[in-house]
């Protein structure tokens, strides 16, 4: 028994922390489909919940103003980001580096309650002195932004670390321009972790409820926000169905990123042999 319990000690763990982790999304996957309201037991399959989802005008229209939001958010965050560790990888030396790096970071170990809070306060005392800007889904934006901004950073500098600098020097060896030596050899090279710092900038603030609190006006809820409403009130199987909506369009949203980037490491290390055999044949004497 405790040769058997040390050979698979192991595997029992693993399996015990994955039942902990992913049995919960099973529960709710499945009673999504309970053809009554009951949590605890399970009276026949039906699509009666994803059917009173589509007519539940909040949901709608809470979950339109979320990709809205996480799109603008991930690009604005992926773009930010890039030019920020752009700045931190490659300028080692410059007044006020510590800083700037300090102000980036900040966000990533920062209690959003209190990201969203100081966030607020400035959006009032800015209305109150300039007349704007209304709370709504350009505030939950800049809210956003500035935590994606952060992970995105974190994302684009480890690519930038890894990536070998030996191909920009022979760029511009060879009479590339700055400019040219970016688009032309950086970002193609950074494009991978660019997607991921978009695609997590995406799904923070898709589910962000904190600062989403703090920021949207009357009236104006994104998908995270009202399901916490429902969900408050009392069970209501409709979450359930969007909730496993969403589970189901992040998989995909990874799966297939997954796929794109296997595609892409195999397609460069064809290239990398096929410039190696190159150069081996060219060296070789005739």
Do not use: C
Request: without cysteine; proline residues 3%; positive net charge.
């Amino acid at each position: 028994m405790k040769a058997w319990f040390e050979k698979h000690f192991g595997k029992v763990w693993m399996a015990v922390v994955y039942a902990f982790l992913y049995m919960p999304l099973l529960f709710m996957v499945v009673f999504s489909f309970n053809s009554t309201r009951q949590d605890a037991n399970f009276t026949g399959f039906s699509f009666r919940w994803y059917e009173a989802l589509t007519k539940d005008t909040k949901i709608v229209e809470g979950f339109w103003l979320s990709v809205q939001v996480a799109l603008v958010t991930g690009v604005l965050s992926a773009v930010l980001g890039t030019f920020a560790a752009f700045v931190l990888v490659r300028y080692r030396r410059f007044l006020g580096r510590t800083a700037f790096s300090g102000m980036v970071n900040a966000p990533l170990v920062m209690p959003e309650v209190v990201i969203g809070l100081s966030l607020l306060l400035l959006m009032v005392g800015a209305q109150n002195v300039f007349g704007w800007p209304e709370r709504g889904m350009f505030t939950i934006i800049l809210g956003h932004t500035l935590l994606g901004m952060a992970y995105g950073m974190v994302v684009v500098q480890s690519r930038l670390l890894e990536m070998n600098r030996s191909i920009e020097e022979a760029a511009m060896d060879l009479g590339a321009r700055p400019h040219e030596v970016f688009f032309l050899i950086t970002l193609p090279n950074i494009a991978q972790g660019i997607l991921a710092a978009f695609l997590l900038s995406f799904t923070l603030s898709f589910d962000d409820v904190v600062i989403s609190e703090f920021l949207s006006g009357p009236g104006v809820n994104t998908l995270p926000q009202v399901i916490f409403g429902y969900a408050r009130r009392g069970i209501n199987p409709t979450i359930y169905a969007a909730a496993t909506l969403l589970i189901l369009t992040v998989t995909i949203v990874i799966i297939s990123y997954s796929v794109w980037v296997a595609r892409q490491t195999r397609k460069r290390e064809r290239e990398i042999a096929a410039a190696t055999r190159a150069g081996t044949t060219a060296i070789q004497p005739a």
